[in-house]
DNA sequence: GATCCGTGGCC
DNA sequence: TGGCCAAGGAT
């Protein structure tokens, strides 16, 4: 074993995290299906944000069967605001293969798990690392700030060369027994010790073999990706509202927000919302403008202009805003939040 | 290899 | 305030 997977698991014993809602099992066993949720929640999301959601989730679809079986818009609902909606499509995706391809049963083996919707190298190294105790590597942000720092690994995350010699690295410390710990052991270790930010190396287990803590570069590590400015993109946001209820539209799988139920867009200029507006209903008018505001993604910046619109004749069908039973992007849902709080229209009333 | 895909917390 | 990025994967 490495000296960094003894000194790991040692640590591990004492100090490793050990009550998170998906390592608590029957019997003191793990469940894979809420390694496998956990681990899809988890992608580019940190453990505080998932808790509530995995919880949440878990409570609607206790079992895998049941996930399969549930309508998508229910399993989105469930992720709306957890963003990057691909996973929660795939996640149903993948309990549907498991349910008829596999009797219900996660499969055991790399190839079969890999070929699996959202699920990749490092989820799949997790699932059985974890789930089955099997010897797979991992190599999430954590498993690549500790190892970069250990190794001065030269070179930031999007380069090829960095992840072949990060994975080459990440295997090469991967012990043959307590798999699931080591594996569990190393992502405390970048939670908790080895931190982006700040990191206690006065604490840590493997300081003795880190060349960054020896050299006193720890926040060289890693290496920063080149930086980009993000573009701006403004949308209108409109809101046709009839009888206390308001319009919307599912979106297309593809792209963003895909698969979620949003409301209709137009680009924002005076023209053509108005042209927008009576496409929809050509009664319609417009009841008031809510202020602009922005909503920043991984890749841009969106200015959200919401026009609030009473469409009386349309025989669309709406929603009540209260029991809408579909997943919404986060800043639809800020806007709903918004009308519902606004007496001057009507919203407030109960209907028959 | 580069881009797309959400959201919230941190400093 | 705003840039950064977190238990990545798909294309």
New binding site residues.
């Given amino acids: 074993m490495s000296q960094l997977a003894d000194q790991l698991l040692t640590w591990f014993d004492v100090h490793g ?1 050990t009550n ?1 809602p ?2 608590i099992g029957d019997k003191d066993k793990v469940d894979v299906y809420h390694i496998w949720l ?13 808790i509530d959601y995995f919880n949440r989730f878990l409570h609607h679809f206790p079992t895998l069967s049941n996930l399969a079986n549930a309508p998508e818009d229910a399993v989105l609902a469930q992720w ?8 929660a499509r ?1 996640l149903h995706k993948t309990a549907k293969i498991i349910t008829h391809d596999y009797q219900g049963c996660f499969p055991q083996k790399l190839e079969q798990i ?1 070929a ?11 699932i059985l690392a ?1 789930g089955f105790n099997q010897k797979q590597s ?8 500790v190892l970069s720092r250990t190794h001065q690994v030269k070179g ?6 960095t ?2 010699e990060l994975w080459r690295l990440a295997e090469s410390h991967t012990p043959n027994i307590r798999t699931d710990h080591y594996t ?1 052991a190393i ?2 270790l ?2 908790t010790i080895c ?4 990191p206690s190396c006065s604490l840590c287990p493997i300081s003795n073999i880190c060349k960054s803590s020896a050299a006193q570069t720890q926040l060289d590590y ?1 290496n ?2 080149p ?4 573009p701006s993109r403004s949308v209108a946001m409109l809101v046709f509202v009839k009888n206390s209820q308001v319009y919307l539209q599912k979106r297309p799988s ?5 698969g ?1 139920w949003s409301l209709v867009e137009s680009e924002d200029t005076p023209v053509s919302i108005t042209q927008s507006m009576h496409a929809f209903d050509p009664s319609a008018t417009i009841i008031e403008q809510l202020p602009v505001f ?8 969106l200015h959200i202009r919401p026009v609030v619109i009473s469409c009386p004749s349309s025989s669309a069908k709406f929603h009540l805003i209260d029991q809408v039973e579909v997943g ?6 800020k806007i709903l939040s918004q009308i519902s709080s606004l007496t001057h229209i009507g919203l407030n009333e109960q209907i028959d």
């Fill in positions: 995290r998170l998906w390592q956990s681990e899809v929640m988890l992608q580019q999301t940190q453990v505080s944000t998932v709306a605001g957890l963003g990057y909606y691909a996973r795939n890999l699996l919707p959202g699920i990749g190298r490092s989820t799949a190294g997790a974890l991992i190599l999430d942000g954590n498993v690549k700030r930031h995350y999007a380069q090829s060369s992840l072949k569990q992502m405390d970048g939670a931190t982006r930010t700040n890693p920063p990706k930086k980009k400015i993000k593809q792209g963003i927000w895909g979620l922005k909503h920043t993604f991984t890749h841009y910046h919404m992007p986060k800043p639809v849902s």
